[in-house]
């Protein structure tokens, strides 16, 4: 049995195939409906996972974009005393994140970082 996964055609015939071999204890009349049925939903599936996937994908570009304009900024020595990072004792340390995260900057900063650091701070 050849399996073409690498295109849409080849796995809808293979999902087919397999729903096939597993509804044929299920009657003729609700059989192909319950097998559209469930390949309209496997496929919604699919494309909300491949949107996600592509939106967390654009936003780690995004960021890494940021991070680089910030590394260049840093070495180029055009920071700001705005743009820096509070750092304690003059080592980075977690306190300096916690520091830049409880500063005015706080909408850029995601939900989950902010939470951690409460975790942290306990």
Known sequence: MNI???NTAG????????LDDLLD??????????MEE???????????FND???????QMVK?????QHLLEMLKSKAVTPSQTVRVIDSEPTDNA??????????????????????????
């Open 4 to 6: 073409d996964l690498d």
């Open 25 to 34: 204890g299920i009657t003729e009349s609700y059989g192909t409906i319950l």
């Open 63 to 67: 960021k890494q974009e940021e991070r």
């Open 52 to 58: 996600e996937m592509k939106s967390l994908c654009d």
């Open 97 to 122: 994140l916690v520091d830049n995260i409880d500063s005015d900057s706080e909408e850029d900063v995601p939900l989950w970082e902010k939470k951690l650091v409460k975790l942290e701070k306990k």
């Open 38 to 48: 469930l390949l309209n939903r496997l496929e919604l599936a699919i494309k909300d």
């Open 11 to 18: 796995r809808k015939e293979y999902l087919s195939e397999k």
